[in-house]
């Protein structure tokens, strides 16, 4: 069985900063890309920002230059610090890890609960 819990969501006013955190444990073989996600009242899921376990990353335009991506590996762990937020940026935030467990072949995806992030004054 696999947990994926995310941290670090909250109330925070325009331009300031938050660092979400996601952990995977459990009966985790291999985790691959992970990512994180976000999705508003009335909006679609969409992706943030994703990591390969190499270290590739790839961002939205809406937050390049602002977030940073980042995973430790031997963690299981990977980080989003978001500067200068914009009220737009208000949603619930998830993670999404691809990982393989031991006993079954198939890379799977798992997610997170999610967590709030609200920007406002």
């Known amino acids: 069985q696999v947990q994926v819990v995310e941290s670090g969501g909250g109330l925070v006013q325009p331009g300031g900063s938050l660092r979400l955190s996601c952990a995977a444990s459990?009966?985790?073989?291999?985790?691959?890309?992970m990512g994180w996600y976000r999705q508003a009242p009335g909006k679609k899921r969409e992706l943030v920002a994703d990591i390969t376990y190499g270290g590739t990353t790839n961002y939205a335009d809406s937050v390049k230059g602002r977030f940073t991506i980042s995973r430790d590996n031997a963690k299981n762990t990977m980080y989003l610090q978001m500067n200068t937020l914009k009220p737009e940026d208000t949603a619930v935030y998830y993670c999404?890890?691809?990982?393989?467990?031991?006993?079954?072949?198939?890379?799977?995806?798992?997610w997170g609960q999610g967590t709030q992030v609200t920007v406002s004054s």
């Open positions: 459990g009966s985790i073989r291999s985790i691959y890309t």
């Open positions: 999404k890890t691809q990982l393989t467990t031991w006993g079954v072949s198939s890379t799977l995806d798992y």
